[in-house]
């Protein structure tokens, strides 16, 4: 599978922000962002303003970098939501929140969304009792996701557990840190999701 193996703080960087791509060094003065407030490259430094189509794709390759995924995935995750009920840009969201390895991340049990990918693939999660390695399945109401048994002594996810508090659990998700469960508690709203957004700059983009 094609992934993203480059430099991530450089993606950071590029966008103006902090997209928590590498767990707990986002947090301290070794971060990037904190270093090197703008965009990388020997012209970083120069770039004009961006408009129209320019902050429509900058909002794509924002949320396409968040969550870890690559155009076709993307694209296929705007072809669903489009065709769903509902408004398009709410429900893009919805399904990128929903994604497994977002709530593993969510629930605190990876520093990042690459880490909890990775503790997906190599078999540490559970769905309802049963072992599942796909990063990319639909989390679903009343969904009970928990690190295996033989999982839980695991240092990675250790310090993770331990370090999640300050991030704080969305409001859909509920958490028992002892048991190392959780539960989708309801299907994600707009207002819970707090990353700074704009989904209607990516409906108007994919419009065209």
């Known amino acids: 599978m094609a992934r993203y193996t480059d ?32 965009a990388p490259g020997q012209h970083g430094r120069r770039r004009s303003k961006v408009l129209g189509y320019g902050l ?27 065709q769903a009920r509902g408004i398009t840009g709410e429900n893009l969201l919805r399904q990128l929140e929903l994604r497994l390895d977002n709530v ?16 997906v693939r190599h078999g540490h999660i559970e769905v309802n009792g049963r072992k599942l390695n796909i990063p990319s399945y639909q989390a679903r109401k009343n969904d009970a996701i928990q690190v ?23 409001a859909w998700l509920e958490l028992q840190p002892e048991q190392f469960r959780g539960m989708v508690r309801d299907l994600p709203k707009r207002e819970d999701i707090r990353l700074p957004i704009q989904e209607q700059l990516i409906v108007e983009l994919y419009s065209k």
């Open 7 to 38: 430099p991530v703080c450089r993606l950071c960087r590029r966008e103006g922000l902090k997209l928590f791509l590498k767990g707990d060094r986002c947090f301290k003065d070794k971060c990037a962002i904190e270093r090197r407030a703008y």
């Open 56 to 82: 429509q794709l900058r909002e794509k390759q924002k949320v396409k970098r968040i969550y870890g995924l690559l155009e076709k995935q993307f694209r296929l995750y705007f072809k669903r939501a489009d």
């Open 104 to 119: 593993v991340y969510a629930l605190g049990f990876a520093a990042s969304r690459a880490q909890a990918r990775q503790l």
């Open 148 to 170: 295996r048994e033989k999982s839980r002594k695991n240092d990675q996810i250790r310090l993770a557990i331990e370090t999640a508090s300050g991030r704080g659990i969305p």
